[in-house]
């Protein structure tokens, strides 16, 4: 794997950031290569002998990003998900109780971040700014996007969120100095960004020019 040079020095922001604070956000565009960036960081920790908890607003997302991990680092990486059958996800988390080193990566929705961590060194919290971080129904009510921070606090890890369109929470802190910042703001193979145009509906429907 060979990262472009806007990975190369997003990332060199991200660890440069990691020096100073212990929660750090990533704004990628769409297709910048974030996914690569976490991937490296996995690969860092995971020879430190820590674990990894990569966390996505939904279920659906989690298959692409299971397959393009799991090339990588094998059997390593463990899924957990509210659609896992019941017996799956409490085999899981006993296998996480007795053999931490056993799953030193979990791939998972809001719901992983209850699982038995023992050696946690860093939580991706990837489209940090979705709402369906936030549990609704049925109780208990959290946002697993803030709880991940709290989870990382317990056990002296380091968080990176990651998003195209950070949430406005997030931005603050990383412009107040809360949270560090780095930016990737280059698709990756040089693709083109689509072009925005502003358009005044209401202008549009007063002069009847809507087509």
Not at 75 to 84: E, G, I, N, P, W
Not at 194 to 207: M, T
């Amino acid at each position: 794997l060979v990262l472009s040079e806007a990975q190369e020095n997003a990332l060199a922001k991200v660890r440069s950031g990691f020096t100073t604070h212990d929660h750090v956000l990533l704004r990628g565009v769409t297709s910048s290569g974030k996914t690569e960036l976490y991937a490296t960081l996995i690969e860092e920790v995971i020879r430190a002998g820590g674990q990894v908890l990569y966390l996505l607003p939904e279920i659906a997302l989690t298959t692409q990003v299971i397959g393009r991990l799991r090339a990588r680092f094998g059997d390593q990486v463990a899924v957990f998900h509210s659609r896992l059958a019941q017996r799956e996800r409490t085999e899981l988390w006993l296998r996480m109780q007795r053999d931490p080193a056993a799953h030193p990566v979990v791939i998972g929705a809001r719901s992983a971040i209850f699982l038995p961590f023992h050696q946690l060194r860093l939580v991706v919290v990837d489209e940090e700014h979705d709402p369906s971080y936030k549990q609704q129904d049925p109780a208990p009510r959290y946002n697993a996007r803030d709880m991940a921070l709290v989870l990382a606090t317990l056990h002296g890890a380091r968080v990176l969120l990651g998003s195209a369109t950070p949430s406005l929470e997030s931005l603050y802190n990383a412009r107040s100095g809360k949270f560090g910042y780095a930016e990737l703001l280059t698709r990756y193979g040089e693709g083109t960004l689509p072009a925005i145009v502003r358009v005044d509906l209401g202008e549009a429907q007063r002069k009847r020019t809507m087509r």
